[in-house]
């Protein structure tokens, strides 16, 4: 090898990503300690920018091109070096490659139950997942703020703290949402709407956003699901009494086939046997003459309480029971000359021409002799 082969093989003319995974969002050009040369082609992909630090300090940001690495278009690099003029000598800087493409179908979820109040059901704990997207809108930003001088970094690397951002906005979204439980399936749109929204202002700190935001399910405890399930069988059984026939008929059939039932499964089988016989033979829906049961009279409504007004110095009092009718008859509170009125009745009448309170009167021992 000459020197000159030596000498050129020191300087790197051509700097460029090619990117074969599908988590790597950020990828330090590998120099091995070369220098790059005056005039090196860079080549910045779509989906790709690359950013220049120089001794430590962030330099120019390229965005999709070819470009030659001259002065004219590496102004930050020129004010850091202090070049006045074209300069001819290799240099040093690190080239990190940053993806701006997004990252989809990443997944969040809650770890603990959100505990929020259902206008329905009161105090509840829900649990919700879905899915979200990321991309890198500030490469500058991205690399000093997170990445720093990681010479690979991957998407798994700021995805918990992603999560961590969203499982606290969701939280605070679905507990002070007020929708009922029932339904949030039919606003998990909005919501994740909501969330993404809430939540761009503390990523793009981080020179990233969150072009989608998905709410996938909110859930209850398995417990109350299962409460919810046994509420909507019960009102799709319809008739609870044929639906519990149906049933013993399954559980007999289900037990006559289970060979590895044992003795048990064979008791089960004739003793419900046994219960259906003996419903197949009264009339019914399964016996030999079924005849339509009549149904039980019902008892006639209760009779209504009237009560009453009385007239007494130009003045309306009660209302008035029927007995403390009879009270004030007793009393002279009231005689068959006081006027009278009750609901339904044509005006103000006397009570003794009220025939059911003219009994009232009939009861009442004559006056003593000599009164």
């Known amino acids: 090898m000459g020197i000159f082969d030596f000498l050129s093989g020191q300087f790197i003319d051509v700097i460029h990503w090619t990117d074969d995974t599908r988590d790597t ?19 910045v992909r779509e989906g790709q920018a690359a950013v220049f630090v120089h001794e430590g300090q962030l330099a120019d940001v390229f965005t999709p091109g070819l470009y030659m690495l001259e002065t004219n278009n590496m102004p930050i690099m020129t004010s850091l070096q202090h070049w006045d003029h ?16 997004r990252f989809n179908d990443l997944k969040w979820g809650t770890k603990n139950p959100i505990i929020a109040r259902d206008p329905e059901f009161g105090p509840v704990r829900l649990r919700a997942f879905g899915t979200y997207s990321v991309r ?21 690397e700021i995805s918990f703290q992603i999560r961590n951002i969203i499982v606290q906005e969701v939280s605070r979204v679905l507990a002070g949402s007020g929708i009922p439980v029932l ?8 919501l994740g709407k909501l969330v993404a929204s809430a939540i761009s202002e503390t990523v793009a700190a981080y020179g990233v956003t969150i072009p989608e935001l998905y709410i996938e399910n909110i859930s209850l405890p398995p417990a109350v699901e299962a409460a919810l399930d046994k509420r909507t069988s019960m009102g799709l059984a319809g008739d609870l009494t044929k639906f519990t026939q149906y049933s013993a008929a399954e559980a007999m059939t289900a037990a006559a086939n289970n060979p590895a039932g044992g003795g048990m499964a064979a008791g089960l089988g004739a003793g419900m046997g046994m219960a259906m016989a003996q419903q197949m033979a009264q ?7 079924p005849v339509p049961a009549a149904a039980p009279a019902a008892p006639p409504p209760p009779p209504v309480e009237r009560v009453w007004h009385i007239a007494e110095g130009g003045e309306t009092k009660g209302p008035f029971s029927k007995a403390r009718l009879g009270r ?7 005689t068959r000359e006081t006027y009278v009125w009750t609901e339904g009745q044509d ?8 025939t059911d309170l003219a009994r009232l ?8 002799p000599g009164a």
Do not use: C
Request: charged share 20%.
């Open 25 to 43: 969002m950020v990828w330090r050009f590998e120099r091995e300690g070369h220098e790059i040369k005056y005039g090196a082609k860079l080549t």
């Open 86 to 101: 074209g300069f001819q000598s290799p240099f040093k800087s690190e080239v990190y490659f940053v993806a701006t493409t």
């Open 328 to 334: 004030m008859v007793g009393e002279g509170g009231l």
């Open 347 to 354: 005006g103000w009448l006397r009570a003794g021409d009220v």
């Open 136 to 156: 890198v809108t500030d490469p500058g930003r991205f690399l000093t703020e997170i990445v720093g001088t990681d010479g690979e970094f991957t998407m798994d």
């Open 283 to 289: 009339p019914g829906p399964w016996g030999a003459a």
């Open 183 to 190: 339904d949030m399936a039919a606003n998990t749109a909005d």
């Open 361 to 368: 009167f009939t009861v009442m021992p004559p006056p003593p």
